[in-house]
């Protein structure tokens, strides 16, 4: 019986077929295997393990080797395996002399199994795993001599090609038709003879003749057509056509990258070589649309990331290119559609080759420079290219009002793309993927705001749109979108210091105060969200919620700080001044007075309700700004202020400072004892 034919039979699968391992199946059966050519590995192995097994049964039949011993040998040596020794064999003694051996003892066994009465297993072979390799990778010097040296020669020879093609038009050697034909059978000749070098093993040096062949076949078929008009322009587009797809069907089948890059190249580069100087927009798009959908399928099929960042560089530079030169008003409605194709493939791109599934990850991706960047640079260019794009053809067209509309569409594309299923040829999408598609729609809400509105909305809106997002953050747990919101918080911050309405006559109702006013409101919402948020939701956090919920008071105090002190220098230098300069010592003298009493007085509250509330964090606020009321008081006042204001001013500081040193003397609320509850 065949090893294969065994039920018990297993062999490693990383070994190859043409190295089968000694059948030692699990049933303990040992064959003989002789069907394999004279030579192998495993045909010696068997010879010498028949040679053994010849030798173990002529010395026991010559008494010279004990048949006890060979009964327990396969215990030690479980690859080995003999029968017992017959019992007719005479004992062993010192003189007995060997017996010739029998001719049939040397013939060789058919196959037939030997069965051992061993009854330990053989090992399991399905267990083995392919040694690491440990080797090196290649030097510098290796490097150099094979793979720059490689492309520098590529260069070389089309240059060179070039100028014998140039030498031997100037000197009238051949005709045109001459020198085409000769360009055209050169390159096919050189593509077929890399074919042989590949077949050797060569592979690089056969993909760089192919380079070489292609790079002939398209100078010659410019040549017919731009140079010598031998071929219509149609004619040399679709050649040229036919080129860069023999070369995608040869990297394809193949399994090359290198070569696929080289059919990207020349793809790319055909409407170069055959462009006129004239417009033609449709053609021009149609061809590259189609080229950048064939790099997709074959990305989709390999892990070739560079194929699909280099098309989208090359349309980006097309498309930039072509608007610069040929983009006009009339134009925008065509323009449009193809530039949403464009956007469209290469937003998807990323959910049909790039997997987030841990398995298919380390089996598609080898972590290269270029899957990165197809992954998590591309995405963002997508974006940022797309959505300008799309703003100037409609500034372009005067549709100014639809600007921010289309911030909200394209919001709204990159949530519907961030809940996209995994299904079909989609794929899961990658943690940074996912993070990358939730932070542009926020942006694109972000950047809708001032494309939107103006003024004290362009605040307000952020704001709002910070607390919204915060409480979704809290909600969903995420930690980016927590990042976000603080971040057009802040961006409300600057916007509320530099974008203010002007003054009012009216304190207090008015436009100003009423931004200010939304401000506090908001930061107070958000304090309130992040005091209720749990020790749970804090992990791996940047900005944790008790530490959000500190900012937001603080912040809420000094916005009240900072919007009424507003309103009391518009009151006063509005209707205490009225732009008389004799009544200026006047206004600074009410106007300071004023400051001073609010300082107090709003300390004073802080006190209180840090006091009400047992939280230290209030009564240091309120400690901090009496003393800076203080400060003012006496540097400030005395030299300021006029002698009725400055007596109002200590006698109310004095009163004030008695009683806040009264109250935590007599420590009415126990706070030594108590201590105070969590901020």
């Not at 031997?168 to 390159?187: E, K, T």
Request: proline content about 7%.
């Amino acid at each position: 019986m065949h090893p294969l034919e065994c039920p018990h039979f297993e062999h490693p699968p990383w070994f190859p077929e043409r190295h089968r391992w000694p059948c030692l199946p699990r049933c303990g059966t040992v064959f003989a295997m002789n069907s394999d050519p004279p030579g192998s590995p495993v045909s010696e192995i068997d010879e010498l393990r028949l040679r053994i097994q010849r030798l173990e049964q002529a010395l026991s039949r010559q008494g010279i080797l004990d048949p006890q011993w060979l009964e327990a040998a396969p215990e030690s040596t479980p690859h080995s395996a003999a029968p017992p020794a017959p019992a007719s064999a005479p004992p062993a003694t010192a003189s007995a002399s060997p017996a010739p051996i029998s001719p049939s003892a040397t013939q060789p066994a058919p196959w037939q199994p030997v069965v051992s009465e061993s009854s330990v297993s053989p090992p399991r072979f399905s267990s083995f795993a392919p040694p690491k390799s440990s080797a090196p990778g290649p030097s510098l010097e290796s490097r150099i001599g094979s793979q720059w040296f490689n492309r520098i020669g590529i260069l070389a020879v089309l240059i060179g090609m070039a100028w014998f093609l140039k030498f031997a038009f100037d000197n009238h050697w051949i005709g045109p038709l001459g020198r085409v034909l000769i360009g055209l059978v050169a390159g096919g000749a050189l593509i077929a003879w890399s074919e042989r070098f590949r077949m050797r093993g060569y592979a690089l040096f056969s993909y760089s003749l192919k380079a070489v062949g292609s790079g002939i076949l398209y100078l010659s078929l410019w040549a017919a057509f731009s140079v010598y008009q031998l071929l219509p322009g149609s004619v040399a587009f679709a050649a040229m056509v036919l080129v860069t797809a023999f070369n995608a069907y040869l990297s394809w089948i193949q399994d090359s990258e290198l070569l696929a890059v080289y059919a990207i190249a020349g793809g790319f580069s055909t409407p170069l070589l055959v462009s006129t100087g004239e417009n033609h927009e449709a053609a021009l798009f149609t061809y590259i649309l189609l080229l950048d959908l064939a790099v997709l399928l074959l990305v989709a099929l390999r892990p070739w990331s560079r194929l699909l960042f280099g098309a989208f560089a090359a349309t980006v530079l097309y498309a930039a290119a072509w608007s610069v030169g040929y983009y006009t008003a009339d134009q925008a409605g065509r323009t449009a559609v193809f530039f949403l194709c464009f956007f469209l493939l290469f937003a998807l791109a990323p959910r049909l080759v790039i997997t987030g599934s841990p398995g298919e990850q380390n089996s598609r991706h080898r972590g290269s420079v270029w899957d990165h960047l197809a992954g998590a640079v591309m995405p963002v260019l997508v974006a940022a290219l797309g959505f300008l794009a799309f703003y100037e053809i409609l500034d372009s067209t005067g549709a100014v009002w639809a600007q921010p509309w289309l911030a909200v569409a394209f919001a709204a594309f990159y949530l519907v793309l961030l809940r996209l299923p995994a299904r079909g040829l989609w794929r899961p999408a990658t943690a940074v993927l996912s993070h990358l598609h939730l932070a542009a729609a926020v942006v694109f809400l972000t950047i809708a705001i001032p494309l939107k509105a103006s003024g004290r909305w362009i605040t307000i809106g952020w704001l709002a749109e910070g607390a919204a997002l915060l409480w979704v953050a809290r909600r969903t747990r995420s930690l980016l979108l927590r990042v976000l919101a603080e971040l057009c918080l802040v961006l409300a911050l600057i916007a509320l210091a530099t974008v203010n309405p002007p003054a009012s006559l009216t304190p207090f109702f008015n436009q100003r105060f009423a931004t200010w006013l939304a401000a506090i409101v908001c930061f107070a919402i958000v304090a309130f969200l992040a005091a209720q948020a749990t020790p749970e939701e804090d992990r791996n956090a940047v900005l944790s919620w008790p530490a959000i919920a500190v900012v937001s008071g603080l912040l809420i105090n000094i916005l009240i700080l900072v919007a009424i002190s507003l309103e009391i220098h518009a009151y006063w230098w509005n209707t205490g001044w009225h732009g008389r300069w004799d009544l200026y010592s006047r206004y600074r003298m009410d106007a300071q007075f004023t400051y001073s009493a609010f300082f107090m007085i709003f300390g004073a509250v802080l006190l209180a309700l840090g006091f009400a509330r047992r939280s230290a964090f209030l009564r240091w606020q309120a400690l901090i700004l009496l003393a800076f009321s203080i400060a003012k008081v006496f540097l400030f006042d005395t030299s300021q202020l006029s002698q009725g204001f400055r007596i109002l001013s200590f006698l109310a500081l004095g009163a004030l400072l008695l009683a806040v040193s009264f109250v935590y003397q007599r420590d009415w609320l126990n706070l030594r004892h108590r201590g105070d509850s969590a901020s």
